[in-house]
């Protein structure tokens, strides 16, 4: 299993952008498809945006295609979510999740898929 943590979140104005940034431990971070969750309080935990462990294929959220980029670097083990246009709406806390199972790239939009998760990061847009 890889250890994830999350950063770069905060507090930006609508219509500004931030990056978030998740680190991995362990040497097999490419063999991992890795997600962005976010969730609001008192809310289910809702899928952002996915990429697969060679970078090749990546796949969004509908609320956020267009908006935010999801990338990563295998070299430094990270994995990136690049937010631009941010929306009061998009205030949630974001997660990172890593998902070691081969499969489809629309099967990792289920919190279930993945195996890993971060503790989170807290975004704020103030309109």
């Known amino acids: 299993q890889v250890q994830l943590v999350e950063s770069g979140g905060g507090l930006v104005q609508a219509g500004g952008s931030l990056r978030l940034s998740c680190a991995a431990s362990?040497?097999?971070?490419?063999?991992?498809?890795m997600g962005w969750f976010r969730q609001a309080p008192g809310k289910e935990r809702e899928f952002a945006a996915v990429i697969s462990g060679s970078g090749g294929t990546t796949y969004y959220a509908n609320s956020v295609k267009g908006r935010f980029t999801i990338s990563r670097d295998n070299a430094k083990n990270t994995v990136y979510l690049q937010m631009n246009s941010l929306k009061p709406e998009d205030v949630d806390v974001y997660y990172c999740?890593?998902?070691?199972?081969?499969?489809?790239?629309?099967?990792?939009?289920?919190?279930?898929?993945?195996?890993?998760w971060g503790r989170g990061t807290q975004v704020t847009v103030s309109s």
């Open positions: 362990g040497r097999t971070f490419s063999s991992y498809a």
């Open positions: 999740a890593a998902s070691s199972t081969p499969h489809g790239i629309s099967w990792y939009v289920s919190a279930s898929a993945y195996d890993c």
